[in-house]
């Protein structure tokens, strides 16, 4: 099976910046595209920015030029650098990837998995 978990967040002054981390680990074929969403209070979940397995990227309007999103295939890891943060960033961001892998039995599956989310809360 897969494992797909998060790391950095927290609370950050506007103007800030911080760094969120995604790892998968398992019986890991390929990863596809990789993508983080956020959801702020009382919102839906929103697309923030994605990257393709070659390094592509695109961007939620309202993020271009202060966020960047960037992957380490050698690791099955996708970043996202958040810089000149506001407080209409607050919300809980999530990574989301593409994943061909093994399963328990040695089945070749692909799937979407979800990170466990994590708090970004900028205020000052």
């Known amino acids: 099976q897969v494992q797909f978990v998060e790391s950095g967040g927290g609370l950050v002054a506007p103007g800030g910046s911080l760094r969120l981390s995604c790892a998968a680990s398992g019986r890991i074929f390929s990863i596809y595209d990789m993508a983080w969403f956020r959801q702020a209070p009382g919102e839906g979940r929103e697309l923030v920015a994605t990257?393709?397995?070659?390094?592509?990227?695109k961007y939620e309007d309202s993020v271009k030029g202060r966020y960047l999103i960037s992957r380490d295939n050698a690791k099955n890891a996708v970043y996202l650098q958040m810089n000149s943060l506001k407080p209409e960033d607050t919300g809980v961001y999530s990574c989301?990837?593409?994943?061909?892998?093994?399963?328990?039995?040695?089945?070749?599956?692909?799937?979407?998995?979800w990170g466990q989310g994590t708090q970004v809360t900028v205020s000052s």
């Open positions: 990257i393709t397995s070659d390094g592509q990227t």
């Open positions: 989301n990837a593409d994943i061909y892998y093994s399963d328990a039995v040695g089945r070749a599956r692909r799937t979407g998995y």
